[in-house]
């Protein structure tokens, strides 16, 4: 089992839509869950991190987090074309400190 | 508005051949961090920094060697560059309050060996 799974995607919603992107992760210790896009050929950009169960919203942006259920979220309301990049999941490993990237989730904004 | 620079956007070295990375952040961090990123592995951590002549071995750190002489530097050395080193490296820091919260990366590096 993978430290961090995402949908590789591509999820593909129509502009005005609700993207959901989701993210498991297998360390029950992770307190601390960050959130990054990236756009083809660029650096993350931290967008959001969360720590505690339950919402936390930013703008478009919503983390949903769920520790006993070892799941967390990301809904962009309003999507737009220019939301189209790949979504990175990364958890912070209790036991090393460390934060552990998933692989990412492509989401594809249709005008 | 620059924060984290890296040297090059892309290089072509040959097998067998030492090559350096710079990284430069002018946002007076004292943390400093070392990735490269692969389709399908996400991004693997290879060394880290928490002050000037710190290093600290992320995951993947074989082949790879790290310096970090001024507090505004870290440079990351591929002693003899070999062909599975291809790769998209990223340099990130994050000031000693926050040392986890990774907000700026740079550019990037997309390094091909030949």
């Known amino acids: 089992q993978k430290e961090v799974e995402q949908n590789s995607g591509p999820l593909s919603v129509p502009e005005g839509a609700i993207a959901s992107l989701n993210c498991t992760y297998s360390d029950r210790g992770s307190q601390s869950f960050f959130w990054y896009r990236q756009y083809s050929g660029k650096s993350p950009e931290l967008i959001m991190f969360i720590y505690s169960n339950g919402d936390k919203e930013d703008g478009r942006f919503t983390a949903q987090l769920n520790k006993a259920s070892q799941y967390v979220s990301l809904l962009i309301r309003d999507s737009q074309p220019s939301d189209s990049a790949t979504y990175l999941c990364?958890?912070?490993?209790?036991?090393?400190?460390?934060?552990?990237f998933g692989t990412g989730t492509l989401l594809a904004v249709q005008p | 508005d620059v924060k984290v620079t890296q040297s090059s956007r892309y290089l072509v070295k040959r097998t067998g051949e030492k090559v350096f990375l710079e990284c430069v952040q002018d946002?007076?961090?004292?943390?400093m961090f070392w990735y490269r990123q692969d389709p399908g592995l996400g991004l693997r951590l290879i060394y880290f920094?928490?002050?000037?002549?710190?290093?600290e071995k992320g995951d993947i750190p074989e082949g790879y060697s790290v310096s970090r002489e001024k507090k505004e530097r870290f440079s990351l050395i591929l002693e003899s560059a070999s062909t599975n080193q291809t790769s998209m490296y990223l340099c990130?820091?994050?000031?000693?309050?926050?040392?986890?919260?990774?907000?700026?990366f740079g550019p990037g590096t997309r390094l091909t060996v030949l």
């Open positions: 920094s928490y002050d000037v002549k710190m290093k």
């Open positions: 990364a958890p912070l490993a209790r036991a090393t400190n460390k934060l552990i």
């Open positions: 990130a820091s994050s000031p000693r309050l926050a040392p986890l919260v990774l907000e700026f």
């Open positions: 946002m007076d961090h004292e943390n």
